[in-house]
């Protein structure tokens, strides 16, 4: 057997494990608690490099979206009220059929104010366009922002399709010269709309 081989064969191996949550009752005393959760969320989200909005109660999404990225001409999302969408990920075969998603907005769950992360639990049939969308909207109702991580890992859920992601800004990477890159194998620009 080839060293290729073999590696292939440990990680099928330990693809198959599951592993149980572990207990965080010991390092619930010790986890960060903020004083207004919204404003540290809205500081972090900025400090990763993306950006979260405060959308007024009644203002339309559609609205919000055609102001501000009139030149997104495939906007992806399966949700119904979003209604300026020319593609629905639900109805997408084959994953690389969404290259070329100009925008994609999508639906986050719980907001983490410690690091300016969201929990996206995959509500489409094709997870790709969380990750291959030039630019993402994630909507995200404001009363779902908890303090840390700790509490968040309590209430996360992967739903029918047993997957779920933490999102935290655009992707990032340093490993090229050691130059931060924006951008570079993910969305370009996040933006957290609160609703």
């Not at 800004?169 to 931060?180: H, M, N, R, V, W």
Request: hydrophobic share 40%; aromatic share 8%; charged share 25%.
């Amino acid at each position: 057997m080839s060293s290729r081989e073999d590696i292939l064969q440990n990680i099928r191996r330990a693809t198959y494990m599951k592993y149980e949550k572990p207990d965080l009752k010991p390092l619930e005393d010790v986890a960060l608690s903020y004083p207004d959760r919204l404003e540290q969320f809205f500081l972090v989200m900025k400090q990763v490099g993306g950006e979260a909005v405060l959308l007024a109660k009644r203002e339309d999404v559609n609205d919000f979206i055609s102001r501000n990225y009139p030149e997104a001409m495939r906007v992806a999302s399966n949700l119904e009220f979003v209604t300026c969408a020319t593609c629905n990920p639900d109805r997408v075969e084959d994953p690389s059929e969404l290259d070329g998603t100009d925008l994609a907005v999508i639906a986050g769950k719980i907001g983490v104010a410690e690091n300016g992360a969201v929990w996206i639990e995959q509500d489409v049939k094709q997870r790709a366009i969380y990750f291959i969308a030039e630019k993402l909207i994630i909507l995200l109702d404001r009363n779902h922002i908890v303090n840390n991580m700790h509490e968040a890992y309590k209430l996360i859920d992967t739903g029918k399709y047993g997957f779920g992601t933490f999102i935290s800004g655009p992707s990032k990477t340093a490993d090229i010269e050691q130059a931060l890159v924006m951008g570079a194998h993910g969305s370009r620009s996040v933006v957290v709309a609160l609703i």
